[in-house]
């Protein structure tokens, strides 16, 4: 590849050639898709999104990238239940999720409170923290539902990114 269409390369597509994928159009478009993806999408809400810049692109090859993806740590596979995997791209630092359970939104947060403890919990049973994961499924309350709970004071705060 030149050097010059380096500039062209969606955030994926960088991260498939820094690990030495051969970079076809084909999965150069679903590397852009996914890079520009505000959302969490599942294979064929990506393939839809494909097709619509690259008719010559079938379902399976979609399916054949995003395993390739996974395989080589640039995608990372959700579950966030209705029963559809969903991709984001493998992102250095901590976030998490919390999934509305009645709407499907998935809010991405961050809550170094969280990621200290768990790193304690780590270090006391004798590891070093690898990677963790936080999912949260919530309903969002309504003005008479009542929070049995004493308030608490949080230090989580949204990445501003809010994702379907």
């Known amino acids: ?3 010059g269409n380096d500039v062209m390369e969606s955030r994926i597509g960088r991260m498939c050639i820094e690990r ?3 970079m076809t159009g084909q999965r ?3 590397a852009r898709v996914l890079s520009e993806a505000q959302d969490h999408p599942d294979v064929e809400e990506l393939y839809r999104r494909a097709a ?3 008719s010559r692109i079938s379902v ?3 399916y054949r990238t995003v395993r390739l993806l996974e395989e080589k740590g640039i995608l990372e596979r959700r579950d966030f ?3 559809r995997a969903r991709y984001e791209a493998t992102e250095e630092g901590d976030h998490y999720h919390l999934i509305d359970v009645d709407t499907g939104k998935v809010i991405e947060f961050e809550d170094e409170e969280h990621a200290r403890l768990l790193r304690r919990i780590a270090n006391d049973l004798g590891f070093d923290l690898v990677s963790h994961r936080l999912e949260l499924f919530a309903r969002k309350r309504t003005a008479d ?3 049995e709970s004493p308030p608490r004071t ?3 705060r949204p990445t501003g990114r809010s994702k379907r």
Do not use: Y
Request: glycine content about 16%.
């Open 1 to 3: 590849m030149a050097a």
């Open 20 to 22: 030495g994928l051969k």
């Open 28 to 30: 150069r478009v679903i």
């Open 52 to 54: 619509t810049l690259d």
């Open 60 to 62: 399976a090859t979609v």
């Open 81 to 83: 239940g209705g029963g």
């Open 145 to 147: 539902t009542k929070d």
């Open 154 to 156: 949080t230090t989580a």
